[in-house]
């Protein structure tokens, strides 16, 4: 029950973020799923995305995700920000990175 609580306040936490911006800028949100290499455990998670700088090349991307972890709960809250590459389509290339607490 504890890690519903954690997880219900940082997601509160995560769209308090997202309103200040949200209020100038066309916010998105950002759905995902996957699963960790190192430890083979898969995750879901969710955020928001916005640009920060030239239109269409910096992005912030507060999110969250949960792990499924045999034993325990792990979570992980990170501020992500990422620069789009100029690319033809179909293909979206990306760099970026940012803190993260697990």
């Known amino acids: 029950m504890r890690a519903t609580g954690v ?36 995750f879901l998670g ?13 992005y912030a991307n507060p999110n969250l995700e949960y792990v499924f972890v045999d034993n325990g709960d792990f979570f992980t809250i990170n501020g992500d920000v990422h620069y789009d590459f100029k690319v033809d389509a179909p293909f979206a290339v990306w760099g970026g990175g940012g803190p993260a607490i697990l």
């Open 7 to 42: 997880l219900t306040f940082l997601t509160v936490a995560l769209l308090a973020m997202a309103a200040a911006p949200a209020a100038r800028a066309d916010v998105d949100i950002d759905l995902r799923a996957g699963i960790y290499t190192d430890g083979s455990d898969g």
């Open 46 to 58: 969710g955020g928001v995305l916005w640009d920060v700088g030239q239109k269409g090349s910096w």
